[in-house]
């Protein structure tokens, strides 16, 4: 063939194909289309077979407390019952046995999650934002405890409030002010117990948003003549709100929930100090057998105020998490 031939060379059959493959793609957008509609079906496939999985047991716990002892055994759990077998009878009596309990958990919860929640702050701001010697060991001491499991410490928990320290007798001379009763002793022994047990794990979520800060602000700030607690208290203390919100429906959900410390502490569901897990595992018991939807309507009831707290901090929560 000679140079300067028009002949055209050789072409490439790949580059023809993909060519034609795109051109059929433009000229037939329908299949594009399809594919699309095949994938948004398979996602919300699986967000449904989601949303089923986790509301499943829920619906399944609210349709048992709305039952007749009769009807559950008649019916399949998941379903609701007929006419003769709704009742909210069980929501009634529940209440009724958990309301003294749920006053209790109040009393403990509250002040054991604030305390968890302030002394979670400083400590996290004197190992974060305040350089001393020894501070690393100290962190260390606050890390370890996070890890110390509840059952490691049962025997001496139940010793040192029953035998050392004994704040029913200690206290004797506060019983008789108004409003005060010796079984808020126990309940006092409660929140110690829960604030010690709670303030390593706030300490390190604090101190996760604290290492987050500008170091040049509060350096400005010592300059400027602010000691310590004013530095914490005008800068610091405003910054962690959101934070304390995180911090607040975490530690308050761990309280309100534990069962241990409560069986370990208060020991009897029939004491005047008894929280509302310990009366909640009792509730429903009998000769004759479990009274299933009798234990499904006091579950619901004693979960509300953890539903209400999350309702109440739900923006300053999420803004938290974002820190």
Excluded at 71 to 78: E, S
Aim: net charge negative; charged share 15%; aromatic share 12%.
């Amino acid at each position: 063939m000679s140079e300067g031939s028009n002949t055209p060379g050789p072409v490439d059959p790949g580059a023809r194909v993909g060519e034609g493959s795109d051109e059929s793609r433009e000229s037939d957008p329908s299949a594009f289309t399809t594919s699309s509609a095949l994938r948004r079906v398979a996602l919300y496939g699986t967000v449904l077979a989601l949303v089923a999985f986790y509301l499943t047991p829920i619906e399944t716990g609210l349709v048992t407390a709305i039952k007749t002892s009769e009807a559950v055994r008649t019916t399949l759990p998941f379903l609701p019952p007929g006419p003769d077998g709704f009742t909210v009878e069980k929501w009634v009596y529940a209440f009724d046995a958990l309301s003294h309990g749920m006053v209790n958990s109040m009393l403990f919860t509250i002040p054991s999650t604030i305390l968890c929640a302030v002394f979670g702050s400083m400590a996290a701001y004197g190992l974060t934002l305040v350089d001393w010697r020894g501070q690393i060991a100290v962190l260390a001491l606050f890390i370890a405890g996070i890890f110390i499991p509840y059952q490691a410490v049962i025997i001496p928990l139940s010793e040192f409030w029953s035998i050392w320290m004994n704040l029913d007798e200690r206290l004797a001379f506060l019983w008789a002010l108004p409003l005060l009763e010796p079984h808020h002793a126990t309940i006092l022994e409660l929140i110690v117990t829960h604030t010690g047990y709670g303030i390593p794990i706030c300490t390190i979520l604090f101190r996760a948003q604290y290492k987050t800060m500008s170091w040049e602000m509060i350096e400005a700030a010592r300059l400027d003549g602010a000691s310590l607690w004013r530095g914490y208290r005008r800068i610091v203390l405003p910054l962690s709100v959101p934070m304390f919100a995180v911090v607040f429906i975490f530690q308050f959900t761990q309280v309100w929930n534990e069962f241990l410390f409560s069986l370990t502490i208060i020991r009897s569901v029939g004491d005047p100090a008894a929280s509302v897990t310990l009366i909640l595992s009792g509730l429903g018991e009998a000769l004759e057998g479990v009274d299933f939807p009798l234990r499904m309507a006091g579950a619901f009831i004693a979960a509300l105020p953890t539903l209400v707290v999350y309702v109440l901090f739900a923006d300053q929560f999420a803004e938290g998490v974002r820190v």
